[in-house]
């Protein structure tokens, strides 16, 4: 009710509380909370926000800020009065405007977001949250991982978490990485991950009724990939028994099955090799086998819907689940075939090729007598069988849950055993739209990556579209493992592969890998395909059938690749005029194009690019008298070239100066972004370039269309007045970006390198 003016000069003096609160009656007055939130963040955070300039709401950025200081400690509220209120809770007024939450080191503040009293601020973050990152982290116990179950099961499958982030893991704990992985891909067992039992999801009973249980093939993605990994029941550090002592001795009387499953899954980890689990299609335990061990499924074992659905309609008659499934205990006298000890006497103990198969044989035998004594006793497919007193409190079958969009895990190395599991989820993860993989020393492990994206690519529901790889070294040329890609996964949109280093060490492929280069590459939806070669040859023979493929691409890149002679480079630019007509920015990096000035030439003629880049190729190394002054006169006359982009060619301050003729009066040019930085400009070439520009839009009328000038890292600082001149002539006409860089100090790192 107050007077705008009066409360325009009450804002200052409330406390982040109240001026929240009155923020929609400011609103209303004509009034902005702007200033005070940024004078807060100035006060509070004392730090300049990276690209503050494009900041468009101080109060939001301020106070998702503030809810990840005060959620990982490192802000204290009673520090100034502004933050502190003891009538209202900081998590709970900040969490409206989270977006994006990042977790560190040991999952710091999980724990406190799932707690009772912090409720309403867990379905704040649901509603709000879009973005979840993980940094840093560290091996956890187990009762913080029941907490993170449960944060990913509220902010994931029932709130709007679109991607999930994880970054700089050097030694990744498994069971904590694949459970990350898993519950993105929209997977959850009550009884299988780590939730506590006593607090089952509200909301998974209000859903109950649209929730359906995972089809045979999703079952046996799911029990695959926990048996990939090992069993993510973990007992507390400090709990466990020594190998031969008494709660060991007891644990496997009580439960052989247990044992014998720990003991299989220690020996596949450990020596026998694990076949390609990525889309399979096939009983779970079949994936337990090594390459040689089939398994033999019983019939009555095969109808998995009919027994969920079954489970489905006696759980929905509970309300509640008080306790999970007991293990079905065999009769008593009913031998158990367990001859592990037995065959392992006979066998060599120094042939480690027939330790190797004993213990698979042994395996075979154990899954075999397991899956026979289920047939014969009523297990289900894992091995829980109610009792009769059990039947009105069965947990919940395992369902599929909403899944993130967008994948992305940076400087995570990832084992076999992560790549399968990866793999499997990836080839039903049908709301998948962006994957990532980045310097996660994958291998000979793509192999199970791709295997994944060629059973996705089965699905009609499928939404993937951008793929980016990027790693140290390569295992298999760039352009094959783009072929290998495309051939899996053909409708991608953006294809971007990034290798720092040729792998010196020729390994082999792994067994039964298919070769997709062999056939035709199918007709692809590629839009934009970014390419880094590790220093090897461009490979025409392999990437002009890709370009023949991508009959809708708008953008190409190509980084640091060799061109071995005139003819490879024609071909590639004839491929690109005929077969890829609707392709619009074209870019080259550090590619020596001294030697290709008539290619070059006939590039900057072509009606249909829209930018063409030519970063550090050398263009003027060489070159003679004529080659700029054409540059200028096929520019001039390209009415449909916007964007030119020049950086580290040795342009130097005459062929800045004559590059301004682009915009004369004559010229029909719609160049409207330049850029040539690292180009050893000067200030006083910068400076003649400015006037020259200037006298050219006179003699226009002031009518040009250029907008954007780049100067990063130039040689601006040798006279510092001169440089301030130019500068201050070219804002009056365009928009410049440029840096205060210290051209000596670069100069001497040069050589020092050298």
């Known amino acids: 009710a107050l007077p705008g003016q009066i409360l325009q000069g009450i804002l200052p003096l409330l406390n982040i509380y109240y001026l929240e609160r009155i923020e929609e009656t400011a609103v209303k007055k004509g009034l902005s909370t702007e200033p005070v939130w940024h004078k807060l963040w100035n006060d509070v955070m004392k730090i300049r926000p990276p690209k503050s300039e494009n900041i468009a709401s101080w109060r939001k950025k301020f106070l998702e800020t503030f809810f990840s200081n005060v959620l990982h400690g490192v802000l204290d509220v009673s520090s100034d009065q502004r933050l502190s209120d003891q009538r209202f809770s900081p998590l709970l007024l900040s969490s409206r405007h989270v977006t994006q939450l990042t977790i560190c080191n040991m999952l710091q503040g999980v724990a406190e977001l799932t707690a009772q009293p912090n409720q309403r601020v867990l379905e704040n973050l649901a509603g709000s949250l879009r973005t979840l990152k993980f940094r840093h982290l560290l091996t956890s116990d187990l009762s913080i991982r029941q907490s993170l179950s449960l944060l990913l099961h509220r902010l994931i499958h029932h709130g709007a978490v679109s991607q999930v982030s994880m970054c700089s893991w050097p030694v990744p704990d498994k069971i904590l990485l694949v459970l990350i992985l898993t519950m993105s891909a929209g997977f959850w067992h009550p009884g299988r991950t780590l939730v506590d039992q006593g607090r089952p999801c509200s909301l998974c009973r209000e859903e109950s009724g649209t929730q359906s249980p995972l089809t045979l093939e999703d079952d046996a993605l799911f029990r695959s990939n926990q048996l990939c990994c090992g069993s993510t029941q973990q007992s507390e550090p400090g709990q466990q028994s020594e190998p031969g002592q008494g709660g060991d001795r007891e644990t496997r009387k009580a439960d052989p099955d247990s044992h014998a499953s720990t003991e299989l899954s220690r020996s596949s980890s450990c020596t026998v090799k694990t076949p390609v689990?990525?889309?399979?299609?096939?009983?779970?335990?079949?994936?337990?086998?090594?390459?040689?061990?089939?398994?033999?499924?019983?019939?009555?074992?095969?109808?998995?819907?009919?027994?969920?659905?079954?489970?489905?309609?006696?759980?929905?008659?509970?309300?509640?689940?008080?306790?999970?499934?007991?293990?079905?205990?065999?009769?008593?006298?009913?031998?158990?075939?367990?001859?592990?000890?037995?065959?392992?006497?006979?066998?060599?103990?120094?042939?480690?090729?027939?330790?190797?198969?004993?213990?698979?044989?042994?395996?075979?035998?154990?899954?075999?007598?397991?899956?026979?004594?289920?047939?014969?006793?009523?297990?289900?497919?894992?091995?829980?069988?109610?009792?009769?007193?059990?039947?009105?409190?069965?947990?919940?079958?395992?369902?599929?849950?909403?899944?993130?969009?967008?994948?992305?895990?940076?400087?995570?190395?990832?084992?076999?055993?992560?790549?399968?599991?990866?793999?499997?989820?990836?080839?039903?993860?049908?709301?998948?739209?962006?994957?990532?993989?980045?310097?996660?020393?994958?291998?000979?492990?793509?192999?199970?990556?791709?295997?994944?994206?060629?059973?996705?690519?089965?699905?009609?529901?499928?939404?993937?579209?951008?793929?980016?790889?990027?790693?140290?070294?390569?295992?298999?040329?760039?352009?094959?493992?783009?072929?290998?890609?495309?051939?899996?996964?053909?409708?991608?949109?953006?294809?971007?592969?990034s290798f720092d280093l040729k792998n010196q060490l020729e390994g082999n492929r792994p067994e039964g890998h298919w070769s997709s280069l062999e056939a035709e590459i199918p007709e692809s939806c590629l839009e934009q395909l970014e390419i880094r070669f590790p220093r090897e040859a461009l490979q025409t023979s392999l990437l002009l059938p890709v370009l023949k493929a991508s009959k809708s691409l708008q953008q190409l890149s190509l980084d640091s690749a060799t061109v071995s002679c005139p003819l490879e480079f024609g071909l590639l630019l004839q491929t690109l005029k005929e077969c890829n007509p609707g392709l619009k920015r074209l870019s080259f990096h550090d590619v020596n194009l001294a030697d290709y000035q008539k290619e070059v030439l006939l590039l900057l003629q072509d009606p249909v690019l829209q930018e063409i880049t030519f970063s550090f190729c050398r263009l003027f190394e060489n070159c003679t008298?004529?080659?700029?002054?054409?540059?200028?006169?096929?520019?001039?006359?390209?009415?449909?070239?916007?964007?030119?982009?020049?950086?580290?060619?040795?342009?130097?301050?005459?062929?800045?100066?004559?590059?301004?003729?682009?915009?004369?009066?004559?010229?029909?040019?719609?160049?409207?972004?330049?850029?040539?930085?690292?180009?050893?400009?000067?200030?006083?070439?910068?400076?003649?370039?400015?006037?020259?520009?200037?006298?050219?839009?006179?003699?226009?009328?002031?009518?040009?269309?250029?907008?954007?000038?780049?100067?990063?890292?130039?040689?601006?600082?040798?006279?510092?007045?001169t440089a301030q001149e130019a500068l201050r002539r070219l804002k009056a006409v365009c928009s410049v970006v440029s840096n205060t860089w210290d051209s000596s100090q670069a100069f001497a790192d040069y050589i020092s390198v050298m």
Not at 426 to 436: G, I, M, T
Not at 676 to 694: Q, R, Y
């Open 277 to 497: 689990l990525c889309g399979s299609r096939s009983h779970p335990l079949q994936n337990l086998a090594c390459p040689d061990v089939r398994y033999k499924v019983p019939p009555g074992h095969c109808n998995l819907k009919d027994s969920s659905s079954s489970l489905t309609e006696r759980c929905s008659a509970s309300p509640t689940f008080q306790k999970p499934y007991r293990r079905f205990k065999p009769p008593v006298g009913r031998k158990r075939r367990c001859p592990r000890r037995s065959r392992r006497a006979h066998a060599d103990p120094e042939d480690l090729y027939d330790f190797v198969f004993a213990v698979a044989r042994e395996e075979e035998e154990i899954a075999e007598s397991l899956y026979e004594s289920g047939a014969q006793e009523g297990e289900t497919i894992d091995g829980w069988a109610p009792s009769a007193a059990d039947t009105p409190s069965l947990e919940k079958p395992a369902c599929r849950f909403r899944s993130v969009s967008a994948l992305e895990l940076f400087s995570i190395p990832l084992t076999g055993d992560t790549c399968r599991t990866l793999g499997n989820l990836l080839s039903s993860w049908a709301s998948l739209e962006k994957l990532v993989l980045s310097y996660n020393g994958l291998g000979a492990n793509i192999f199970c990556i791709l295997s994944g994206l060629r059973a996705l690519s089965h699905r009609s529901d499928g939404s993937l579209q951008v793929v980016r790889v990027s790693d140290v070294f390569s295992h298999i040329a760039s352009v094959e493992l783009v072929w290998s890609i495309l051939s899996a996964y053909p409708r991608l949109h953006t294809l971007s592969i």
């Open 625 to 721: 008298p004529e080659f700029l002054s054409d540059i200028i006169t096929i520019v001039k006359s390209n009415s449909t070239l916007k964007s030119l982009k020049l950086p580290g060619n040795r342009l130097g301050n005459h062929r800045l100066v004559a590059l301004a003729d682009i915009f004369s009066a004559d010229s029909s040019s719609a160049i409207c972004q330049l850029d040539v930085s690292s180009n050893c400009i000067k200030p006083d070439g910068l400076l003649e370039f400015a006037k020259k520009l200037e006298s050219h839009i006179l003699q226009r009328g002031g009518q040009i269309k250029f907008t954007h000038l780049r100067l990063f890292q130039n040689w601006l600082d040798q006279d510092a007045a």
